[in-house]
Every structure is written in structure tokens, then in C-alpha cells.
């Protein structure tokens, strides 16, 4: 047991492929117990499920074996007759390939758990990812425990056994945060690298010095912007707008506070542009030519701007709701998310200068919360003032959460963070473990007393 806590104390295993391994150990250890033996939850599992087999059924039986309920093909997802098209088409896509995969094509083999496979496989990705990313933030043990934290809780661990769209989702918003994190830090590097030449040409006494030093970094070069626009486009093909929204809310937030745009032509967003058209219009024309455009971006408007604006099939919930169940979807990380986010903003937000900032010391994990808190707070605040409210919706911002929170744990355990224990977030950790013991006594308390013969 020492030598293991020796060895997770240790920076250079936590960057090194081990731990990526046991990261990928734990979350199947996590997540395979009960993929195969859990019934269908609820009927949004069983709708993409059935659109799936569907889609699956329209190229693997004979011809002479299809009915109309395979009309859609793999353009349009069909349940029973009726087009299912609340959502875009990748994640029938995926289910269906991985029905066919596993059943060597047969459609009467497959099971339910055949479909949660790409649920599963996202969920092991984002961990990664996200522990790649904390890599380049942070202290490579914190980037460690952000993927523990993440694999772990509870909300991770449920929607990786459902046949849904949501990890699929995460997946791809966590991958395009990181290809903007790798641009955003590149062009920070390239502008504080050439303020300091401009510095050493205007005294003599540096120019000696600064001329031994290495030139200007070169940029992240085409593939971050490249994977970036990748990412949002299959993100949209996933769940619609949630990708390129939480990405764009990101990257304004970011540039207003470091009044610093010039690094979003690092994005390259002309070529995104394309990237994007180029993978969606294809699926876009095929569908306009068999459910017609018009009924479709009709569909899409309700999907979207419909559930912003009143609550869709009774899921409703007033602003905070996301808030409260973070303790429980996030636990046990959400112990010490309040004093993340508060020791954050303290940081880095709460009088921010650019010209201070920059030359602050830790510049480097500076930067790091600084995007963590980018990428979250603008995206909450639209999912807790819109009107329809799911536990899952906040998935996206999860990875952020767990790299600020891991931060934060670190820096306690080596006696860092306590300065982050001010007043205000000794009464933010208090009232988080306060309403914390309220939930897991309370709850349990009252399905006693409710359900008691």
C-alpha cells in the first residue's frame, strides 16, 4: 500500500503511459459491472435503442425482409414507422455499427448492451483526454486525480451503461476544449515571447542576454485548429448546438478577459467552417431529399430553442437545479469544488490585468484555471436558466470541474492551497458539506420513512 501511494506521488508515473493504463483499468472496472445485465432503464434508452436496431435491420436483412420501418436507411433513424429525428444521426450511427460488429451482422444476436458499447468507449476517452489536458495545465498529479475524479463519479458511471447520445457528447466537447487549449496557449506563449524581445531591444544592457536565449516558440501549427473544428463537427452531428456552444462561450469569455483576440485566428476559423459544412451537409441533403428541410429545421428549432424557452415533457427545474445535484452526480470530488472554483476565480478572474497576469508567477497553472473557469461558468449559467433541466445536460463541463478540483486537492495536500481557505470559502465548503450530510442522511431518511410497511 506505501509503495502504491509512493508511486501516485510520484509526477513522472502520473504523465507516463502506466498511468493512462490505470485509468483505463479503473474506468472498466467501474463501468463493465452491469453493462451486460441491466434491463432497458427508461424509454429514452429504449427509443435510441429501437432506432438503432432499426437502422441496423435496414442494411442487414435481405431486401425481401424490410418494411417500411426501415424506409430511413441510415439517413433517417426511424422507431417503429415514425421518424426519430430529435437528435442527429452519430449516435444511431455508432450503436448500429456496434450492433453489427458484435453480432457479426445478424440482427436477431443482439442485446441491449450492444448499443451501450459507444457510451462505454466515450466515457474511457474523455477520462483520457481529460488527463491529457490537466497534463498540459497542471501538476501531472492533478491531471491524474481529475481523471480518477471524473471515471468515479456517480453521473460518469451512470451514463456510461445507457445507450444514449451524452458521453458521445463529452467525448467530443472535451476534445475540441483541448484542441483550443493547445491554440490559446500556443499564441499566449508566441505574444509573451515577442513582448520580451521587444523589451530587451529598447535596453542595451538585455540585448546581449536575450540574443543566447532560443527565438520565439513556434504556433501550434494547423492540427489543433484541425482536431477543434473536427470535434465541434462531430459534436453537432451528436446532440445539435452543445459542442460549438459551450467551445464559442469559451473562447469569447476567454478573450474578453485578457482582452487578448487576436489568438482566434490561430483557430483557423474559415477552414473550420468548411470542415464543418463538409461533414454535415452530405447527411443534410440526403435528409432534406427524404423528410424535407423545412419539417426538419422546424424539428430542430423545438429541440433547441424550444426547450430554452419552456420545459419539454415535464422536465423542468428552477435556477440552482444543476447546482444542488452536483453534489451528488459529482461526489465525492464536489467536496471541494466550491473552494476549486472560488480558490480559481480568486486567481484569475477577480482583478484580472493582462499586463499582471502574464507576469505573475505560476503562470502556467494560471492559465490553466483560468480556461477551466472559461469553459464553465458562461455554459452553467445557459443550462440553469434554461427551462428544461436534466441531470446530464451539464456533462460537458464535468472535465472542467474535475481539473479545477483536482488543483485544488493537490495543493492542500502539500500545504499550498491554504490561502484558498479564506473566509468566503470556508462558508462555500461549509454549506457544500452542510447541504452534502442534508442529502445523503436526509434522502435515505425519508425513503425509510415513505416506503416502510
Known sequence: MRRARRTIRDPRWCRSWR????????????????????????????????????????????????????????????????????????????????????????????????????????????????????LSMFDPRAAFLAGVMLALCPLFVWEARQARADHVLVACTTAAMWAMWLLWRGAHRRCTVAQTLARADQNPAKRRSTSRQPGPRQGPGVMPAVVLWFAVALGVLTKG??????????????SALTRNWTWLRAARPILGLAIVAAAIAPWLAMLADRFGLANYLALAYDETIGRAGGAMEGHAGPPGYHLI?????????????????????????????????????????????????????????????????????????????????????????TGRAMAAFSMPARLITGAWLGVTVALGVGVPGACLLLFDD
Open 241 to 254: 448546438p452543445i459542442t460549438p456552444m459551450v467551445a464559442a462561450l469559451a473562447a469569447l469569455l476567454l
Open 19 to 134: 498511468a493512462g493504463a490505470t485509468l483505463l483499468l479503473l474506468g472498466l472496472a467501474v463501468y463493465v459491472p452491469g453493462l451486460f445485465a441491466l434491463p432497458t432503464i427508461d424509454r429514452d434508452e429504449a427509443r435510441f435503442a429501437q432506432a438503432s436496431r432499426q437502422m441496423f435491420e435496414s442494411f442487414a436483412l435481405p431486401p425481401e425482409q424490410r418494411t417500411e420501418a426501415h424506409a430511413g436507411g441510415l439517413v433517417v433513424p426511424m422507431v417503429q414507422d415514425r421518424p426519430r429525428l430529435n437528435k442527429p444521426p452519430l449516435i444511431y450511427w455508432l450503436q448500429s455499427a456496434s450492433a453489427a460488429a458484435l453480432t457479426g451482422g445478424d440482427p436477431s444476436r443482439d442485446a441491449i448492451w450492444m448499443y451501450r458499447v459507444p457510451s462505454l468507449l466515450a466515457a474511457l476517452a474523455t477520462v483520457l483526454v481529460t488527463w491529457r489536458l490537466g
Open 325 to 413: 445535484l452536483l453534489i451528488v452526480m459529482f461526489w465525492p470530488g464536489s467536496m471541494l469544488t466550491g473552494v476549486g472554483v472560488w480558490r480559481a476565480w480568486a486567481r484569475t478572474i477577480r482583478g484580472l490585468r493582462p499586463w499582471r497576469w502574464r507576469a505573475a508567477a505560476g503562470v502556467r497553472s494560471r492559465r490553466g484555471l483560468l480556461f477551466c473557469l472559461c469553459w464553465v461558468l458562461p455554459s452553467w449559467i445557459v443550462f440553469e436558466i434554461t427551462a428544461t433541466k436534466l441531470p446530464h445536460y451539464v456533462m460537458p463541463l464535468l472535465p472542467a470541474l474535475a481539473l479545477l478540483t483536482a488543483r485544488t486537492l493537490l495543493g492542500a495536500s
